[in-house]
């Protein structure tokens, strides 16, 4: 299971020790950067970026070049993130700027976001226009999601429609794009390369939703964390939406009160009215339409139908997790 | 006198005008990136890209995106380092950071770092593989400079030579970069606007030193501030660095012991040791040495000679300044 993922996510950790990319002066500058890739991550779009190639032409060093660029740009918004949630961990580890400063995590993050279009330079010129292209647009698109993110903290209502809108631009879209790069670089035609994106789009999409539901409905011991985190903070999640589209005057007043308490069971009252109100089924409808687009679109991608059986099966892996 | 320099940067500005390149949606992302580019400033990168163009083929719409690539690359500095420096004012309007919120200034000067390679998109592709490197080398080193001139705060010791770089690296290379890409874009050859790379450098470092010079020496009433801000906050700058160099052990003493006071004459007793060790004169050397520098690489560029008068203007203008 997973075996053509974890392979992948093998070999391009191996590419990213051998290029040493931040051995360099000034240290101050370069360490934080080799910290953040250090302590982890699952190298998720790197991985499908190679995937994707693997469907064409094959992974050549542009394509490693290409999933580095997305790397490098993720773990940069990565720093940039936490600084501005105020975490004090990532992956369990102390976040850059509480390891470092505020200053640090600043300066190095921007080099790093810098140092992900120079991976871009490392592709064949002809490609490079393209893939510039799609990058700046997905980048953007990255910043916008994550300031939608913030505003809607401050908003009392969010439509489902807008939320979506924002987890697509703040997670999915680059996960689409790690395969629209991974496949145009091995020679996929574009419309072949859209149809990967448009996978990618709404498998990020449904992947999301998914976190949004075992936030609230998962086994605290499987997810490794406290369940009902996103309840406890008020968080605008598909399932909180949900509830206060279903929810009838009373409901929602009832959910109001709920969120601006502290009670001991502000989490399982609010979980008794996501039952009543069918909340956990809508959200698993909805992550199972995303899924079955996602699917559609990988249907129609021009290869042969057995190369496409490691995208099955990781979507398999990415929504019925249960952890 | 700078006819040519006032032209070009109002030909900029228009340009800038009419592409409205924040007037998009969500507002709170994009609205502190207009509000940088209105406080003003002097346009000096743009317009020496758009004269460098008007030594070849002239100026196309090609060589304003790539002077808006330049000129959002410095606004986005501006925007982080005014957070790193936890400065309250900027041309003397408030700074993001203060108007809006650290958060905002992080992520609105992310996106405007994005777009500046986004400009760069609307070059005509033969070209953005070559201005892609370019660009990024060059906004790469402006992080490392930034971070060394953070890092020289906290050292004893700075060289004279180190000090060198980090100004190089901070300031120079991006009007250097500047000048570079318009003579490209507009058809040089790649010598010749290695030339123009290496006239911009130079002529950056001199404008540099110029500024320390000011600082201490300069006519407070001209230069618009108040005199010796330099020396009240310890700041090492080409003087302080050559006063060390220059100094007996003795008076290495008394300079240390007026750098860790804050009495009145502060500033004044300063700069009498500095005249005793002759710190001016030094940095006036110094400013004609890079300067000359400037214009031999200027010399050995392969247009007219009359098509360089704006360049010479420009010289004059920018070093026998007293403001």
Known sequence: MMQSFQHHAQAFEQFLQEQQLFSREPRNLYEPCSYILSIGGKRIRPSVCLMAAALYKGITPDVYWGAAAIELFHNFTLIHDDIMDNAPLRRGKTTVHELYSTTTAIL???????????????????????????????????????????????????????????????????????????????????????????????????????????????????????????????????????AMLQASDTQKTAINILAHGHGTTKVQDTI????????????????????????????????????KAPFRELVQFLINRDY
């Open 272 to 307: 008794q009215l996501y039952n009543t109100l069918n909340v956990g089924s809508i959200c698993k409808q909805a992550i199972d339409a995303y899924t079955q687009k996602a699917l559609q679109a990988l249907n129609e991608v021009q290869v042969a139908d057995e190369k």
């Open 108 to 242: 190095s993050g921007d080099v790093m976001n810098i140092m992900a279009f120079q991976c871009l330079e490392r592709v064949k010129p002809e490609l490079i226009p393209v893939l510039l292209g799609i990058f700046n647009r997905t980048a953007i698109e990255v910043c916008e999601g994550q300031q939608l993110d913030m505003d809607f903290e401050q908003q009392d209502h969010v439509t489902e429609e807008a939320y979506i809108h924002m987890i697509a631009q703040k997670t999915a879209v680059l996960l689409a794009c790690s395969m629209q790069i991974g496949a145009l670089i091995a020679g996929a035609t574009e419309e072949d390369a859209a149809r990967l994106y448009t996978f990618g789009k709404n498998l990020g999409i449904a992947f999301q939703l998914q976190d949004d539901y075992l936030d609230t409905f998962g086994d605290g011991d499987k997810v490794g964390k406290q369940i009902g985190g996103d309840i406890q903070a008020n968080k605008k999640t598909f399932l909180a939406i949900t």
